[in-house]
């Protein structure tokens, strides 16, 4: 089998290491084409050093320049800016790109790969958030492959039918699904107090019970953010409406989600709470290759449990569901103002149970208009995001 040629974006996260991890251990199928970060220069020159890329791209000119002068002495060409990452994924000597930069920032270069019909593995759930129709209108103009890789997606991808996965059959309904299950574990405070929540800190936050992950993601998962993005996110993959989506809370993690038949079989994907199980999928899919997972241990399970997600506890994924439900005006202001939001906690400014009120009074005070083009989603992203800053302001 010929090397295929991978670019990462989003290399110094918690997905990218992933991703690097099992490309290592299946190295004579992969070789990294480029890596792409943000500020991160230490975490980027040990990595070129150690995969050696024919190009790294760096968010910002001045973290490019520094990372140039560690990579003087190699064959690595030093980018920076959106425009250079956007270049690595359609680059024709690519053939994988993962997308794993976090938040809006992934979208331009994750539609230039799109655009560019490559075979797209999809971490990065706000891109898909933030433009679901026109992105997956221009996976099918292009001819993409689109594999999804938030675990959740990715197990649903695995319990459908053959017929969905590859395009032949379009909508769940002629497939004979009746619903897809989206799991969630509940997050850190599934069991804590109401009273107490608008005392969690950070820390309490962002440590996650079951998965290791970016803090941006480990703050949406506590809030449930996070699974009313993924609930927009299975709507645009699945082409499926709301109706067509519950979310059930398995603390457990070990479910990743399922797929009811009319028939009423459920079919459900399991394992560790691992990332690098679906991302060995997606790199290798069709194929199945290793990906330094241990296996389930089934003599050591004790707890197997499921309930429905409280709203009040969890206000932000009705607040997700409810714009969902509105349209793509409506889940682009609730990402933008989020992402806002999360970064304002994360900063200590606003505390946990602000996050909620940013986004709903952003979402409230946002007149939704129709998004067609990339322009407008991204003029209403920033528009969101400026209207989230003034809020944050009077909360403060
Ligand atoms: P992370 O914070 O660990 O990593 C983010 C990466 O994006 C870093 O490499 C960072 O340098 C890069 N980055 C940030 N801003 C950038 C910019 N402007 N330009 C270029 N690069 C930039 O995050 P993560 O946990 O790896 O998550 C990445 C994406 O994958 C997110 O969209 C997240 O929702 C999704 N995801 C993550 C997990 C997980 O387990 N970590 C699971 C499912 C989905
Ligand atoms: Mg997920």
Known sequence: MNQQSLVVLGATGSIGLSTLDVVSRNAHQYRVFALVAGQNVEKMTELCLAYQPRYAVMNSELAAQQLAQHLAHTATKVLSGVSAMADMARHDDVDIVMSAIVGAAGLLPTLAAVEA?????????????????????????????????????????????NSIQTG???????????????TGSGGPFLQRPLETLPNVTVEEAVAHPNWSMGRKISVDSATMMNKGLEFIEAKWLFNCSADDIDVVIHPQSMIHSMVQYRDGSVIAQMGQPDMRTPIAYGLAYPERIDAGVEPLDFSQIVDFTFTKPDFERYPNLRLAIDACRSGQAATTTVNAANEVAVAAFLDKQIGFCDIYRVNALTLEQTTLGVLESVESIMEADQAARYRAKQIITTLR
Do not use: R, W
Not at 143 to 153: M, R, V
Not at 168 to 182: A, P, Y
């Open 117 to 161: 019909g490559k075979k797209v593995l999809l971490a990065n759930k706000e891109s898909l958030v933030m433009s679901g129709q026109l992105f997956m209108d221009k996976v099918k103009a292009h001819g993409a492959t689109l594999l999804p890789i938030d675990s959740e997606h990715n197990a649903i991808y695995q319990c459908l039918p």
């Open 168 to 182: 032949q059959s379009n909508t769940l309904c002629e497939s004979g699904v009746s619903k897809i299950l989206l």
